[in-house]
């Protein structure tokens, strides 16, 4: 079983996904043991294809910290918060969870994109 540990732990992953804000971008955190590499990654790609598949999905990316690191990061851009409990609530996606190695830990949330003039466009 996963491990799951908030990012803000004043505004748990629950309390943003009943935020209505339009587009959101879901990151995880997730580390995991060397050994657990190659399980995590099956796992992962599985749980992404079941997300693929939902409509509100717009696109997902797994990055890797470098040298062997057993850190990853997922960037998942998502219509909306009611469609990332959607995915959560999908018997699919809630099986592959539980295919994760032991090892894992998760830290999910959300974010919104942020204007700052002249760098990030809204």
Known sequence: MIKVIEL??????????????????LINKFTVNSEDVDQFLKTWASAA???KNLPGVISSQLHRGIADSGVFVAYVVFESPET????YNSPDFQSKISEYPASTVVSPHVFKKVAVPGICVD
Do not use: F, M
């Open 84 to 87: 990332i409990k959607q995915l």
């Open 49 to 51: 294809e079941i997300a």
């Open 8 to 25: 803000d732990e004043k505004v748990p992953l629950k309390t943003q996904l009943e935020e209505d804000v339009g587009t959101v971008i």
